[in-house]
């Protein structure tokens, strides 16, 4: 086996929220939605149609084109997941 050099290797209980929903211009996602006590409070969002995750709070969410960019989405869609996105992330607390 090679030698590593290991910047990070730790175990921790997370929390994952599965959910599907269709937005009024019936566009599906199926998101997993993991809480962590890594990344400053953010939530790990992961579009399971895609594959594509991202580490995102409330200032990814009012990053102009960040959701459109990162999951490959029109603006129109990239809106309405903000929309869901906005509730479900909420404000982040610092824990350390």
Same mark, same amino acid.
């Given at each position: ?6 910047? /990070? ?5 997370? !929390?994952? %929220? =599965?959910? !599907? =929903?269709?937005?009024? /211009?019936?566009? %599906? ?5 993991? /809480?962590?006590? %890594? =990344?400053? &409070? ?7 149609? /895609? &594959? ?12 102009? &084109?960040?959701?459109?960019? !990162?999951?490959?989405? !029109?603006?129109?869609? *990239? &809106?309405?997941? *903000? ?14």
């Amino acid at each position: 086996m090679p030698q590593y050099d290991f910047m /990070s290797d730790t175990t921790e209980d997370t !929390t994952t %929220r =599965f959910t !599907t =929903f269709i937005t009024p /211009s019936l566009k %599906r996602f199926d998101l997993a939605v993991t /809480s962590t006590n %890594r =990344f400053y &409070g953010k939530k790990l969002i992961t579009d399971l149609q /895609s &594959g594509k995750t991202a580490i995102i709070g409330p200032d990814d969410l009012e990053e102009e &084109g960040y959701l459109e960019h !990162t999951f490959k989405l !029109t603006e129109e869609e *990239a &809106g309405e997941l *903000a929309q869901f996105l906005y509730f479900v992330v909420g404000t982040v607390n610092f824990t350390d």
